[in-house]
């Protein structure tokens, strides 16, 4: 049998030319996108003060199987693409288990996350139609990143509304965005209606992504030339991170491999769509046993407690109605400092793969997280971000439970991102002073109490 | 002709198996070590107090033209290595020049830099000769942060001493060495006989790595089971930075490139040295004509506008004398934000080849530096280190050259690493508060007082 080397390499001429459209391959597709004053499905022209063209075009998209990406973005790409799939011999070797474990590393480029993927072709798009500027929002600061990143390649202006709690914890988040030219508002901020409402009712408030975004959107759709772009939770969003697992596929075939347990960590479900997205594809038509988890923390756990309904995308419940696990717009998840999975729902795609058993969840508290990173970093050389960590978390876990029944599980996760914007983080483990946050049945009945009631 | 990708990757079969020992290359070898009681060639007993046994033979081996690199130490290499070398198509566009510019990338890794190529073999020899602790210094932190990685990996402790400026400016680098486990001390501290004379003296110093590598040796001397490691400066830690120039020339040949100007940004050496290695070969040989460029911070011109004599490597003067370009180990430079070069000497090996004509030398100031580093960031998507942002401004420079005189030049730089941890110093050149600074006449002849007179 060939060795499998540390690194599986794909060459740029097998860069996947197509991303994958999993809701094509749904025979239960995702409910569609509702428009929240008329209640019937959403359509392009609702969409469009806020999305570009082509985005939303291929949000509404669920029949197209493949979608060509442009030679523009291919272009782009080769600058951070391919990006490797590495087997954890190191990590396999700490654990003593027969398990393999593999991870498709997606920190490399500067965003230090798999963010970037989407970050380029929503760039890409709103230069073409002839858009000047775009407004986001941002959690740990990578889609920030990544979008800084995109805007400045292509020549965009760019604001960026960042959770407040991520801004304080993170100004050197803040700074590495500037230095791509992006202009950075702590949110909520008093340069909208929605941030000056939030912050009169509660001054302290940390901020939530539901809250930036509401910002984002309410700039962005004040302006002929600007509009608003999402780093995850929408389905074209996780049509561009196909890429992530489209790669992985053909790493693995090169060698023969088919993973038997897939991770990834779950915040508004991109990277974990993204990862799954061809492996999901074989199990829905019968071709894989492959067992998926979605690993979320357990101080914002949207699929193992929210409730399966229509449900806003952000907190001044301005977006369209869309149909997933949510623990309603109005929950503020506690100052966890995996920012990046600080969402109150889910990609619906991946809600509805979730109710109709596809997909198995798992909530994990913050100290256990870190405790797998830093084997994790001990181990394999990369100091993990915390959002990755989750992943991490459950491939120890499963590599752990492989040992005791002496099988040798082919394990994959998605390792997102890096760390390295984090060390606060990292510095409250190492002194001990992190706290973990599980919210009460009370605490999420205040946020299910702002889930409409919808009589459909 | 071939269309050459963005990245050229090596297998991990044709990784070198062994390192290259420039000065067994060259007829004018570099003068050797000297004890500085006796100013007798230092032998590997007046050394052992200090280094490892292996780094102490190859240290004074300068015939041997390969050393075989260990199992032991390709294993943990392949975590990380072979690195990219990339052709930066987007730079290349964005200057609009007919010049081909190839960078070596060495920040993938989460020391964040080159560092980790010599911080493996020695914690490896430390830990096959017994050893049970190391201690170092560090300034950017990239050394520090590689060094507690290696350490992590082999079991072993360490002490680090931080530039005292490195460390207030960088308090995350200190967290991500915590997080390996590394015990890190700001430098000068009250733990050592130096530091509490430094601090005597001057109470507010911003500390330098001559002065964090005393107190190192100092506590390294005191135990039996301890010992201090470098990362620049001394010709071991070349010989292990050779498997950047080794794998950049085997890429380079898959495609038969040889390239006309190679530029490396200069400190103690230990890029450079590494980069430029087997293109030397060729060049002292009489095959090539390549053109080599040390990179130097205009606040501390060391080759630029030092002196070439025997002086110590550490301020407290407690070293072998080394026969180098130096500014005196007394030469305390200015807080610039470059920490990994501000060091008052040059490797011995570099300095002779810079003596002999081999090497052209330039100092470049600060702003200039970030100017390429963020053009850089902008199109190559990589937020580089300050310290590698000197090889990068040459390579602009000279590939501005190229595109007046409408020439074809091939440009390879090394990108020893990232400027994750160095967000403080972009956050000022945004905000156009970055100060430079040239140091005069007067302040150099303060430094060369210091510099030993012997006579040989």
Redesign the interface.
């Given at each position: 049998m060939t060795q499998i080397?540390?690194?599986i390499?794909l060459?740029?001429d097998e860069t996947p030319k197509q991303w994958l459209n999993l809701r094509a391959f749904m025979k239960n597709k995702p409910a569609p996108l509702l428009h929240p004053g008329t209640l019937k499905p959403a359509t392009a022209d609702d969409l469009k003060p806020v999305f570009c063209d082509e985005c939303i075009k291929q949000e509404l998209d669920d029949t197209s199987k493949y979608i060509d990406i442009p030679q523009g973005i291919l272009e782009f790409y080769?600058?951070?693409r391919p990006s490797a799939l590495v087997r954890a011999?190191?990590l396999e070797k700490a654990l003593d288990t027969p398990a393999e474990i593999y991870y498709k590393y997606e920190g490399?480029?500067?965003s230090?996350s798999h963010k970037?993927n989407s970050a380029i072709p929503q760039a890409y798009y709103a230069k073409k139609e002839g858009l000047t500027s775009l407004t986001t929002e941002t959690g740990a600061g990578q889609w920030g990143t990544a979008m800084s990143?995109a805007c400045?390649?292509y020549g965009l202006n760019l604001i960026v509304y960042m959770v407040k709690v991520s801004a304080q914890q993170k100004?050197?988040r803040k700074?590495?965005m500037?230095?791509?030219?992006a202009k950075v508002v702590p949110s909520p901020s008093d340069t909208t209606e929605t941030g000056r409402k939030i912050l009169e009712k509660d001054p302290n408030t940390s901020g939530s992504l539901g809250c930036a975004i509401s910002e984002a959107v309410e700039t962005a759709v004040k302006s002929d030339k600007c509009r608003y772009v999402l780093g995850s939770v929408l389905n074209h969003v996780l049509l561009h991170q196909s890429i992530i697992g489209l790669e992985t596929k053909l790493a693995f075939d090169k060698y023969g491999i088919s993973p038997d347990i897939i991770i990834g960590c779950a915040g508004g479900g991109s990277n974990l769509g993204g990862l799954i997205a061809p492996f999901m594809v074989d199990k829905l038509s019968g071709n894989s046993n492959a067992h998926f988890i979605a690993v979320e923390p357990a101080s914002c756990p949207s699929l193992t407690r929210g409730k399966f309904a229509y449900d806003f995308g952000d907190t001044a419940q301005t977006t369209p109605l869309i149909k997933m696990y949510t623990l309603g717009s109005g929950y503020i998840p506690s100052s966890n400092h995996a920012g990046g999975l600080r969402y109150h729902g889910m990609n619906s795609t991946l809600s509805q793969l979730y109710a109709d058993g596809f997909l198995e969840a798992r909530s994990v508290e913050q100290t256990k997280v870190f405790d797998a990173a830093?084997l994790f970093?001990?181990?394999?050389?990369?100091?993990p971000a915390p959002e990755s960590s989750h992943a991490i978390c459950a491939a120890v876990d499963e590599a752990k439970k492989a040992k005791l029944a002496g099988e040798k599980k082919k394990i994959l996760f998605g390792l997102t991102g890096?760390g390295?914007?984090d060390?606060?983080a990292?510095?409250q483990?190492?002194e001990k002073t992190m706290s973990d946050y599980i919210p009460s049945d009370e605490d999420l009945a205040r946020g299910f109490a702002t889930i409409p009631q919808i009589d459909l």
């Open positions: 080397p540390y690194k390499h060459t740029e080769k600058g951070y011999y190191f490399t480029n500067t230090g970037l990143m400045a390649f100004p050197y700074y590495l500037e230095t791509y030219g830093v970093a001990k181990t394999e050389g990369i100091l890096t390295y914007f060390m606060t990292y510095a483990y190492n």
